[in-house]
């Protein structure tokens, strides 16, 4: 147990003070669980403390509407994970009358929670004794053990969860996966970790034989996908059209009608598509074309245009129209924000 014991030490020198530690609350600690999946503290932290002053508590959380959540969310990414954060709202107060469940199994059944996160809520919140495997205690096992495994097979998932789990000190169990968490976090980076004043150096594999930029180790490589989109700013007068998208990552967001492809393509290639006579009943003009815009994601580069036209039609296919000034009220992209943030919409 000397590795937890000194992790433990580590972690009562150098936590973080953050609203969601030291504190019983599964409210705030499931909500920053959710946040926190695929996003740093320091982005996450504003978003955390918005929704707990619109939403002190769960039942507040549920009652909202699903725009309003995404909402919220906007900017954050990964917005399947407010969707389900959502519905788990609604579920824990329908059928456990807004208390949360305080059991793995049935944590673990909720909608958007992980073994990972049904590991942290059980242990933050009930210091019950089940470990966290998430991808800062992978790096730091792996460089401190010396595992080659890679993480991403199952035989690494196995190997990492059980190693996590015998170096567990169960009746310590909050604090001890709180402390791998935060010291793979501050101490033992990605990239240049601590290494010169890492109480765990005299004993650290990947430091002592100096291969820390070898672990962890991966099978697959992320394979990215290019997007081509083109969005029409379509205007008629005060009215502008949007669309809801209905699946991937942007499911329940809205965005301006769009012509994609996989390939990039022309202006006058697309001005001839039959994806644009089916999106312009009418002739319209076209009053300027933006530059293209690069959107990396995880596993996809959007490249994007904007284009602003005038149109006299009433209604554009799968599209509804507002008033210009009301389009601060719907969630979108990111992508989307960014690009309204500097122009005017003409
Ligand atoms: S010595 Fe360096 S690589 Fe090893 S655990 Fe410490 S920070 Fe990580």
């Known amino acids: 147990m000397y590795f937890s014991k000194q992790i433990i030490e580590w972690y009562f020198k150098n936590k973080r003070s953050l609203p969601w530690r030291n504190c019983s609350d599964t409210y705030k600690i499931w909500l920053s669980e959710i946040i926190l999946q695929q996003t740093r503290v320091q982005q996450g932290l504003p978003y955390f403390n918005s929704f707990i002053q619109k ?6 959380l549920a009652k ?29 107060t329908e059928k456990y009358n ?22 942290a809520i059980c242990s ?12 800062n205690v992978t790096r730091v096992l792996s460089r401190f053990f010396g595992i080659q495994t890679p993480l991403d097979s199952s035989e690494g998932k196995k190997e990492f969860e059980q ?8 009746e310590k169990a909050a604090e001890n996966n709180q402390a791998i968490m935060e010291f793979g976090a501050l101490q033992c980076k990605p990239k240049s970790p601590n290494c010169k004043l890492c109480p765990l150096a005299d004993s650290c594999f990947a430091f002592n034989n100096k291969i820390i930029a070898e672990l962890p180790k991966k099978s697959k490589k992320l394979k990215i996908r290019k997007r081509y989109f083109e969005f029409f700013i379509i205007n008629n007068k ?3 059209f949007i669309q809801k998208r209905k699946q991937g990552i942007w499911k329940g967001l809205y ?33 300027k074309i933006s530059p293209t815009f690069k959107h990396q994601l995880t596993h996809q580069t959007i490249f994007a245009r904007f284009w602003h036209v005038k149109s006299k039609s009433e209604t554009i296919a799968e599209s509804k129209s507002i008033n210009k000034k009301e389009l601060k009220n719907y969630p979108i992209p990111r992508l989307l924000e960014k690009y309204l943030e500097n122009i ?3």
């Open 55 to 60: 939403y002190p508590t769960i039942e507040l």
């Open 238 to 240: 005060d009215k502008i």
């Open 124 to 135: 933050f919140a009930y210091n019950l004794p089940y470990a966290v495997v998430d991808g």
């Open 255 to 287: 965005q301006f009608p769009l012509i994609e492809n996989t390939v990039k393509k022309s202006e006058s290639t697309i001005e001839k598509s039959k994806e644009w006579k089916s999106l312009f009943a009418e002739p319209i003009k076209i009053l």
């Open 98 to 119: 807004g208390v949360f469940p305080n059991d793995y199994k049935n944590i673990l059944s909720l909608k958007g929670v992980g073994p990972y996160t049904a590991a």
């Open 64 to 92: 909202a509407s699903e725009n309003e959540v995404l909402k919220l969310w906007q900017g954050l990414g990964y917005y399947s994970r407010a969707r389900n954060m959502h519905a788990t709202a609604k579920e824990i």
């Open 344 to 346: 005017r919409i003409i």
């Open 163 to 170: 190693l996590a789990q015998e170096l567990l000190i169960e």
